[in-house]
C-alpha cells in the first residue's frame, strides 16, 4: 500500500508523461492528430471489404459489428507491442533519476486509452448517422467495461516493459504474438462461431474461453452492436480475467524492476 501511495503522489509526472506521448505520437506529421481517427478508419475500411466482399462474413452491417471491436482492440494492442519498449525508451531517466518505474508504463497506457475515448467519438458518431443507434441503458455499463479493459491493459504493460528489458528480441516477437491474438480474439468474428465449430471440443472450447480479451470483447459488441446489457456471466469473466493479468503484472514489474539500473 505505501509503494502504491508513492506512485499516486507523482501524478503530476504521469500527467506530465501523458501529455508528452499525446503530443508527440505524430510529431511532425502532415495531418498530426488527426491519424488518431484516419488509422481505425482504414483498418475499418480493409477488413470490411475482406470480410464483407471478398470473404463475405454473412453477418449484418459488418462494419459496424466490426468497428465497436476493432476500437478496443488497437488499445490493448498498442499497449501490448508499443508498451513493451516504454521502459528502454525513457532508459535516460530510468537510470539518473529517482521515481516508482511503475510511472512510465501507467503514463503510457493511460496515453494510449485516451487515445482510445478519442476513437470512441467515431465510433459514435457512425452509429448515430448510420441510424443503427444506440441503447442509453447498456451504455451505462461502457465506462464499466473500458476501465476493466484499462487495467488488463496496464497489467499487459507493466508484464511486457519489464520483461523487454532482460529480454529485447520481445518487443519484436509480441507484434507476432499480437497478430496471432487478434485471430484468436473475436474481433472480425462472432464467438457464436467459435462455440458451434468446438461444440464437441470442450477441452478446447474452455481453453479459448480462457482468453482474457474474449469477454471484453463480447462486452463491447453487445452494448454497441446488439444495444443490450452485457449478461453478467460475460461482465464477471472480464473483471476477474482484467484484474488478474494487472496483478500478475504488477507483481512481476515489481521483481524484475530492481535490475533495470544494471540491464539499461
Known amino acids: ?95 539518473k533519476i529517482y521515481f516508482p518505474r511503475e510511472v512510465i508504463p ?38 464499466i467495461v473500458m476501465l476493466v479493459e484499462f487495467f488488463l491493459a496496464l497489467g499487459i504493460t507493466l508484464l511486457a516493459s519489464a520483461c523487454t528489458v532482460y529480454f529485447r528480441d520481445l518487443q519484436y516477437i509480441l507484434g507476432i504474438i499480437s497478430m496471432a491474438w487478434q485471430y484468436l480474439t473475436p474481433v472480425l468474428y462472432s464467438s457464436a462461431m467459435v462455440e458451434e465449430q468446438l461444440a464437441n471440443h ?20 453487445q452494448i454497441l452492436y446488439y444495444k443490450s446489457v452485457p449478461d453478467l456471466h460475460t461482465l464477471l469473466a472480464a473483471v476477474i480475467l482484467g484484474m488478474l493479468v494487472c496483478v500478475i503484472g504488477y507483481l512481476t514489474f515489481q521483481k524484475l524492476q530492481r535490475g533495470f539500473a544494471e540491464e539499461l
Open 202 to 221: 470442450r477441452i478446447l472450447l474452455y481453453i479459448w474461453n480462457l482468453n482474457p480479451t474474449t469477454p471484453l470483447i463480447n462486452a463491447y459488441r
Open 1 to 95: 500500500m505505501n509503494h502504491l501511495k508513492e506512485i499516486f503522489e507523482y501524478r503530476e509526472m504521469i500527467y506530465g508523461l501523458v501529455r508528452r506521448e499525446l503530443r508527440g505520437r505524430y510529431k511532425g506529421s502532415v495531418l498530426g492528430f488527426l491519424w488518431t481517427f484516419i488509422n481505425p478508419l482504414l483498418q475499418l475500411v480493409v477488413y470490411t471489404l475482406v470480410f464483407s466482399v471478398i470473404m463475405r462474413a454473412g453477418i449484418d452491417k459488418y462494419y459496424l459489428f466490426l468497428f465497436v471491436a476493432l476500437v478496443p482492440w488497437i488499445f490493448f494492442s498498442t499497449c501490448l507491442t508499443g508498451g513493451a519498449g516504454c521502459i528502454m525508451a525513457s532508459q535516460d531517466m530510468v537510470k
Open 106 to 143: 501507467i503514463a503510457f497506457a493511460t496515453s494510449a486509452f485516451i487515445n482510445m475515448l478519442l476513437t470512441f467519438v467515431v465510433v459514435f458518431v457512425v452509429l448515430l448517422f448510420s441510424g443503427y443507434g444506440l441503447n442509453p441503458v447498456a451504455l451505462l455499463y461502457l465506462p
